[in-house]
T-cell receptor
């Protein structure tokens, strides 16, 4: 079993839809959870991060962590064509220097 | 804002050739990384340098060597390229190696080994 699992998609939605992107993880000791966004032919960039359980909101984006289920989610409200990208969940291991990345979910938002 | 700069952006190699990917960051970060990204595999860590003067193996180090030339620069060398090393390579850096630390990526180097 991989330490972090993420459905690679692709996921195609119409403009304005609510998007839900998800990852599962196996190690209950993980405490920091991150989401990176990667546009085509670019490097990933940090979108959001959360510590422990709960929700964190930033504009149209909400990151949610459910430690009891080892499940993390990223919600995008009122999705825009400019949100079309690959979204990678990322979890630093307990040592911190080996961040484990999910495979990435490719999202297409159609105008 | 240069951030993390890596060269070359595109390279085609023949099997058995060698090459070095160059990376530099201007954010005064302590830690630097080399990742490869393959379809369906996500980002996999090849080598990292927690601080100047140190390097350590990541998840997939075989076939690669690295040099942390100074605090700014971290190079990745393929001594004898193989088709399995066809991938997109990302250099990255972070302030330090602590948990929750943001990793800043370069724009990637597309390498094809034929």
């Amino acid at each position: 079993q991989k330490e972090v699992e993420q459905d690679p998609g692709p996921l195609s939605v119409p403009e304005g839809a609510i998007v839900s992107l998800n990852c599962t993880y196996s190690n209950s000791a993980f405490q920091y959870f991150m989401w990176y966004r990667q546009y085509s032919r670019k490097g990933p960039e940090l979108l959001m991060y959360t510590y422990s359980s709960g929700n964190k909101e930033d504009g149209r984006f909400t990151a949610q962590v459910d430690k009891s289920s080892k499940y993390i989610s990223l919600f995008i409200r009122d999705s825009q064509p400019s949100d079309s990208a690959t979204y990678l969940c990322a979890i630093p291991n307990t040592g911190g220097f080996k961040t484990i990345f999910g495979a990435g979910t490719r999202l297409f938002v159609k105008a | 804002n240069a951030g993390v700069t890596q060269t070359p952006k595109f390279q085609v190699l023949k099997t058995g050739q060698s090459m070095t990917l160059q990376c530099a960051q201007d954010m005064n970060h302590n830690s630097m990384y080399w990742y490869r990204q393959d379809p369906g595999m996500g980002l996999r860590l090849i080598y990292y340098s927690a601080s100047e003067g140190t390097t350590d193996k990541g998840e997939v180090p075989n076939g690669y060597n690295v040099s942390r030339l100074n605090k700014r620069e971290f190079s990745l060398r393929l001594e004898s390229a193989a088709p399995s090393q066809t991938s997109v390579y990302f250099c990255a850096s972070s302030v330090h190696r602590g948990r929750g630390n943001t990793i800043y990526f370069g724009e990637g180097s597309w390498l094809t080994v034929v």
